[in-house]
């Protein structure tokens, strides 16, 4: 089971890598968060405070539950317009 | 209802003739354009790149546009973000709203721009004098998002 993780923007970029298949089973969100943190370095920028996220391509909030095979998607906060 | 996602460039005078053609229950327009400016926080902009999260912003956009026009009596509603590649003077976004009555047009017109710069999947990277830089989420952006929150 694994669930696709995209990152976009300052994350992509500092992490070098836009997505990926995370293999395990998260509840949550910020289950998943917490995972990919505790890789360390580069990785604590996915602990941001104000990280926005999304699942299946709609904004979310980090309690939001997860499905294996859902896509999730970590990201700064957006400044379109 | 049009939304579109483009690399090219676009003309904001013919988009908002486009609004009250064909329509003559059209009594009021209401458009908003944003262009990149050549100067933020403190330094020279030279260009600017917008990224997207592809899938995700068409539908993003769409949620506003409908919730829009649950909210007001609207004839028309379009919605035009730029991404790739932009140069200082350029629109980057436009929002055109038709309506019957004025209010309902600038009513709708502030919430989508509003609801777009706090919840579309857009970010924007400045080429400035002091090198490639992302610009940061204002606070400003999400209190003018939340007047339009239901009680």
Redesign the interface.
Known sequence: MSVQVLYFARFRETLGLDSEAVEGVYPTVRALREFLVLRGGVWQVLAERNLMCARNEELCQLDEPLAPGDEVAFFPPVTGG | MAIRVQTAAFDPGAEVNVLHAANVGVGAVVSFV?YVRDFNEGREVAGMF????P??TE??LA?ITVEAELRWPLLKLEVL?RIGALEPGEP??FVGVASAHRQAAFDACAFV?DY??????????ETTSDGPR????RDSDHAAAGRWDKN
Request: net charge positive; charged share 30%.
């Open positions: 944003g917008l990224e997207h999260y899938g995700m539908k993003a949620k973000h980057i976004v721009m777009l710069k706090t919840r579309a999947p857009f970010w924007k990277k992302w610009v940061e989420g």
